[in-house]
């Protein structure tokens, strides 16, 4: 049996992120004063957006330091920014350390997490147990498994699908964020934004 007190939690380090929401700042105080100029706009549509990103700010800087993974004999209980989901041990298929697929690899974020494979093969990604709020990514993983393998109980069967599914949810990621999403993704997203742009401007400037 593995020695470990449990429950176990994992939560953000203090000042996670400052540099981040920093960089908001700055990128909200020139929309602002890029928006006070603009005269040509309605004036409700000069406050209000403001405002709602200012609100959408503030929420991602008062819910990211809540976000956790506790582990407890009966499970793992998980909070992202809006809700607490739990997972009990004989749920799942698997705990894995993994790296960012594609090009996200490289924007800043962690080179590497923990997160729970379910039966079904779906991915739950286990929040602050990554390599930037937990810099024994690895080990504390590894602690987390063998956790899993004996709490699991010996009625626990894997799933014969449930590696194919894994996989076929991987290549999905990995065309999203890599070769695929640059020779389509992109190209649509881009259409979508203009044609939002053209919208706006047939709107409010007639």
Same mark, same amino acid.
């Given at each position: !049996?593995?020695?470990?007190?449990?429950?176990?939690?994992?939560?953000?380090?203090?000042?996670?992120? %400052?540099r981040a929401y920093g960089f908001l700042a700055?990128?909200?105080?020139?929309?602002?004063?890029? !928006?006070?100029?603009?005269?040509?706009?309605?004036?409700?549509?000069? @406050?209000?957006?403001?405002? !709602?990103?200012?609100?959408?700010?503030?929420?991602?800087?008062?819910?990211?330091?809540?976000?956790?993974?506790? +582990? $407890?004999?009966? /499970?793992?209980?998980?909070?992202?920014?809006?809700?607490?989901?739990?997972?009990?041990?004989?749920? =799942?298929?698997?705990?894995?350390?993994?790296?960012?697929?594609?090009?996200?690899?490289?924007?800043?974020?962690?080179?590497?997490?923990?997160?729970?494979?379910?039966?079904?093969?779906?991915?739950?990604? =286990?929040?602050?147990? $990554?390599?930037?709020?937990?810099?024994? +990514?690895?080990?504390?993983?590894? =602690?987390?498994?063998?956790?899993? %393998?004996?709490?699991? /109980?010996?009625?626990?069967?894997?799933?014969?699908?449930?590696?194919?599914?894994?996989?076929?949810?991987?290549?999905?990621?990995?065309?999203?964020? /890599?070769?695929?999403?640059?020779?389509?993704? @992109?190209?649509?997203?881009?259409?979508?934004?203009?044609?939002?742009?053209?919208?706006?401007?047939?709107?409010? =400037? /007639?």
């Open positions: !049996m593995t020695q470990v007190a449990l429950p176990r939690e994992y939560r953000s380090r203090p000042g996670s992120g %400052t700055l990128v909200w105080f020139w929309g602002v004063y890029e !928006m006070s100029a603009a005269r040509h706009l309605p004036v409700w549509f000069r @406050v209000a957006l403001p405002v !709602m990103t200012a609100a959408f700010i503030a929420f991602l800087a008062y819910s990211r330091p809540r976000r956790f993974t506790v +582990i $407890d004999r009966e /499970g793992i209980s998980v909070r992202n920014v809006l809700l607490v989901r739990r997972l009990r041990w004989a749920e =799942l298929h698997d705990i894995r350390v993994e790296s960012p697929a594609g090009r996200s690899a490289a924007k800043g974020g962690p080179r590497a997490f923990a997160c729970a494979y379910l039966a079904d093969g779906k991915r739950v990604g =286990l929040p602050c147990v $990554d390599e930037i709020e937990t810099p024994a +990514i690895r080990t504390e993983a590894a =602690l987390v498994r063998s956790l899993w %393998t004996e709490l699991r /109980g010996p009625q626990w069967r894997p799933e014969p699908d449930a590696e194919a599914r894994i996989a076929r949810a991987a290549a999905r990621r990995e065309w999203w964020t /890599g070769s695929g999403s640059a020779r389509w993704g @992109v190209p649509v997203a881009g259409a979508v934004l203009t044609a939002a742009l053209i919208t706006l401007s047939v709107v409010f =400037l /007639g």
